[in-house]
């Protein structure tokens, strides 16, 4: 799992900003899921994309977040207005196909 | 109803000893099955997918699938202190990817 990049490692944001998070897949692979994980909480599923395609956003909250998967560079899960409950660790995994093969090492995001 | 569910532990094993993980799941439409650790403060790591009833071998680790009771374990024989993880059991519905909250499993030497 190495292979897969995520940065910031943490990131710190004041309620009201924006958070921007960015996900390298390895190599080769066109798939991406974001997770987010609370403490002493499993992961929660927030979005599947394919290159330039979101293919089930379900898990997202409707309002203020948002990801993209664009032909070129990273995966980018895009947090508005940041409230303290965004608070957590936030997980990225690629995989050359339809399963969450291989996790990065998450950014963990808190909210002042 | 959680769609994934396991028991928190922790479940603490001597050195050497079978640690056994155990998983069920509440959608009979699950297609696939996976097991990954986690270290404290790390990723998620792959070790185990199943996909087909019956018992999956990969060195010290077996998986087990039981589609008509709707669980999955994981067996890791001759565990040793590196094993201490949380073990996290998922299961796949069309696009989707459900986990359990996790077992912490504590291998003491």
């Known amino acids: 799992n190495a292979g897969v990049m995520q940065n910031p490692r943490h990131l710190v944001r004041r309620r009201g900003q924006e958070a921007r998070l960015r996900c390298s897949p390895m190599k080769g692979h066109s798939h991406v899921y974001w997770y987010r994980q609370l403490p002493e909480e499993g992961l929660k599923f927030m979005v599947y994309?394919?290159?330039?395609?979101?293919?089930?956003e379900s898990g997202m909250p409707k309002e203020r977040f948002s990801a993209e998967f664009p032909k070129e560079g990273p995966s980018i899960l895009r947090i508005q207005q940041v409230v303290r409950g965004d608070s957590a660790a936030y997980f990225c995994?690629?995989?050359?196909?339809?399963?969450?093969?291989?996790f990065g090492p998450g950014t963990r995001l808190t909210v002042l | 109803q959680k769609e994934v569910e396991q028991n928190s532990g922790p479940l603490s094993v001597p050195e050497g000893a079978i640690a056994s993980l155990n998983c069920t799941y509440s959608?009979?439409?699950?297609?696939?099955f996976f097991w990954y650790r986690q270290y404290s403060g790390k990723s998620p790591e792959l070790i185990m997918s199943?996909?087909?009833?019956g018992d999956k071998e990969d060195g010290r680790f077996t998986a087990q699938l039981n589609t008509a009771s709707q669980y999955v374990s994981l067996l890791i024989r001759d565990s040793q202190p590196s094993d201490s993880a949380t073990y996290l059991c998922?299961?796949?519905?069309?696009?989707?990817?459900?986990f359990g909250t996790g077992t912490s499993l504590t291998v003491i030497p």
């Open positions: 199943i996909y087909s009833n």
């Open positions: 998922a299961v796949n519905r069309g696009n989707q990817f459900y």
């Open positions: 995994a690629s995989s050359p196909g339809q399963d969450p093969r291989y």
């Open positions: 994309l394919q290159k330039e395609n979101i293919i089930d």
């Open positions: 959608d009979r439409g699950s297609q696939s």
